[in-house]
Nanobody, 122 residues
Framework: QVQLVESGGGLVQAGGSLRLSCAASERTFSSLNMGWFRQAPGKEREFVARISWSSGNTYYADSAKGRFTISRDNAKNTVYLQMNSLKPEDTAVYYC???????????????WGQGTQVTVSS
């Protein structure tokens, strides 16, 4: 059972940056593909970015391209999401998740963190 714990959320002004971290409890983390999702109030959970176990492949939602960067450090069992040029519409609870597959569908991710709130003020 992989446990994931997110951190790094907070309140930031539009145009600012935040770096989210997600620490995993198991060494098997290094064999899993990781994703970041977000969910705003009243909206469905949506895909943000994903990264392969080897960091060789990344993929972003259109809303994240050019502003967000996903990365991972398998030695630290941690995945990151660097978010720049934040907008009020980025406000949401951000979740990291792990999957053995290569997918953007949140239902196909097996392990989830508890989420971290990101609030972007205008």
């Amino acid at each position: 059972q992989v446990q994931l714990v997110e951190s790094g959320g907070g309140l930031v002004q539009a145009g600012g940056s935040l770096r989210l971290s997600c620490a995993a409890s198991e060494r098997t983390f290094s064999s899993l593909n990781m994703g970041w999702f977000r969910q705003a109030p009243g909206k469905e959970r949506e895909f943000v970015a994903r990264i392969s176990w080897s960091s060789g492949n990344t993929y972003y939602a259109d809303s994240a391209k050019g502003r967000f960067t996903i990365s991972r450090d398998n030695a630290k069992n941690t995945v990151y999401l660097q978010m720049n040029s934040l907008k009020p519409e980025d406000t949401a609870v951000y979740y990291c998740a792990a999957t053995a597959g290569w997918t953007i569908r949140y239902r196909e991710y097996h392990y989830w963190g508890q989420g971290t709130q990101v609030t972007v003020s205008s």
